[in-house]
């Protein structure tokens, strides 16, 4: 028998739904009328298809690394993994200020740092996101003119702290994106900023929403895949 971890009834919802969380949770939520029998017999019908979702909600949580911060840990950034290095106080290459460096394929930081490690290496990464995004935007903003003759304005990008979504746009023109996503490859973000950017001209997912992220990202298909298959571990990296 399948065991729902949580059952939220609510006044408003019409339909029951099922869905399973990343921690392998089964949430229900349920209009107020139905019986806890008939949600038991529900779940029971969708059985296969709960214990498939299950089977894959464990696939994708054993991607989840959770770091320690010991030497030669790996750190996946732009999609390619470096090893953490630690160096000595008065190390040259290392810019006192920041305290860590990508070199190679080392993640080199100051053992001055070591004590909040996890806090530089989070801050390095949203600053690289912040650059690189910017970037990113600003390329695929030009592309945009160049291919459609128009021009597209933003108001902002925002780097949020604790998304759960890696990318979104907003209706006074923010774009948002999870500092997590600069561990993906760069043309996985760079799909990201297509996707956002194409959202100031077409706020849905229909048809001209999707022609416009082609003819600015063609093989886009493949970046999708490669969210799908590594988003919760992305989305998880340095979450406490
Ligand atoms: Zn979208």
């Avoid at 799908?228 to 979450?239: E, G, T, V």
Wanted: proline residues 2%.
């Amino acid at each position: 028998m399948i065991e729902p971890t949580k059952i939220k009834f609510s006044k408003r919802r019409k339909y029951l739904s099922i869905s399973i969380s990343i921690n392998g949770e089964i949430i229900v939520k349920a209009p107020i009328w139905f019986t806890e029998g008939e949600i038991y017999q529900y779940l029971e019908k969708n059985k296969n298809w709960i214990q498939k979702k299950l089977r894959l909600v464990e696939s994708e949580r054993e991607k989840i690394i959770k770091h320690t911060f010991t030497e030669g840990e790996e750190f996946l950034f732009l999609g390619k993994k470096f090893r953490l290095k630690f160096v000595e106080p008065d190390f040259c290459y290392i810019d006192v200020n920041n305290l860590i460096t990508l070199k190679e394929d080392r993640l080199i930081v100051n053992e001055i740092a070591k004590r909040s490690i996890a806090k530089i290496i989070k801050d390095f990464y949203k600053r690289k996101a912040l650059e690189i995004l910017e970037e990113r935007v600003k390329y695929y903003l030009n592309e945009y003119e160049t291919i459609f003759k128009e021009n597209l304005t933003y108001n902002k990008i925002q780097i949020k702290e604790n998304s759960k979504v890696l990318g979104s746009c907003s209706r006074k023109g923010n774009l948002n994106f999870s500092w997590r996503i600069i561990q993906a490859p760069l043309d996985v973000i760079d799909y990201l900023v297509v996707h956002e950017i194409t959202h100031l001209k077409h706020r849905n997912h229909k048809i001209f929403f999707w022609s416009t992220v082609a003819r600015l990202k063609p093989f886009y298909k493949s970046d999708i895949e490669w969210l799908r298959n590594n988003w919760l571990a992305i989305n998880q990296f340095l979450r406490d």
